[in-house]
């Protein structure tokens, strides 16, 4: 529905590739205007979203180019496999740092402009591994169960202000993210496509759309949900 989101202002992090960059042009079709972030890309905002006091900087950005703000999407991640013998203490810093508290600190920067805006909408990235465990992926399941109960109590927080907070729990998507260990593991990738009722990994633009569809009044008694958006794969569990 071209037009659901005329006017409105988004903030999207990660916006540099994959998830992020979708969903960015997702929003921006459905009219929004989108302050895009990333550490490199063609972005409005080259930035790490774990510096100190970028969280502040940015959604102060966003207030001087569009005095508001409406949709906050913390999209910037990492994952790897690192098997847990060995698990460097730096990697699960960086992990947690980058998946877990640079959107704890985004979320605070943004709570007073959401609440002006009077149709706030906070859509974290979780994934599968919000519900479910993973070998070789303690840090990243970690990371992704802490941003599913980060949403949930966000979502009690704010709700009575009309912000609505939600979390998307993709699977198998196909990005630069997930791309090497595709390559690497060719296995992995058809035990996926096999796993997903649709018999496909996902796509970018697949999460995309869901985001854009929770960003908008058609979401709006929607909040403190995480939602799976994995092509069926864990009706399989």
Not at 23 to 39: E, I
Not at 160 to 179: D, R, S, Y
Request: charged share 20%.
């Amino acid at each position: 529905m071209a037009g659901r989101l005329e006017g409105r202002v988004a903030l999207v992090t990660g916006a540099g590739s994959g998830i992020g960059a979708a969903a960015a042009v997702r929003l921006a079709l459905d009219g929004a205007h989108v302050y895009t972030v990333d550490r490199a890309g063609s972005v409005d905002r080259i930035a790490d979203v774990t510096s100190p006091g970028i969280s502040e900087q940015l959604i102060g950005e966003v207030l001087a180019r569009h005095e508001g703000l409406d949709i906050l999407v913390p999209c910037a991640g990492i994952s790897a496999f690192h098997p847990l013998e060995g698990h460097s203490d730096p990697y699960w810093d960086e992990v947690l740092a980058i998946n877990v508290t640079a959107v704890f600190r985004l979320i605070r920067a943004a709570v007073a402009p959401l609440k002006r805006s009077g149709r706030g909408r906070i859509i974290t990235i979780g994934s599968t591994l919000s519900r479910f465990g993973g070998a070789g992926l303690v840090a990243y399941g970690t990371s992704k169960h802490a941003v599913l109960g980060l949403t949930r109590s966000v979502a009690c927080e704010l709700g009575p202000f009309g912000i609505t907070v939600n979390c998307l729990q993709p699977g198998a998507i196909e990005t630069p993210m997930t791309a090497p260990a595709f390559t690497a593991m060719p296995e992995f990738k058809t035990y996926w496509e096999k796993k997903a009722a649709l018999g496909r990994l996902g796509q970018p633009a697949d999460i995309a759309d869901v985001i854009a569809f929770l960003a908008s009044d058609d979401a709006r008694f929607m909040s403190g949900q995480g939602f799976f958006v994995d092509g069926g794969a864990m009706q399989a569990q």
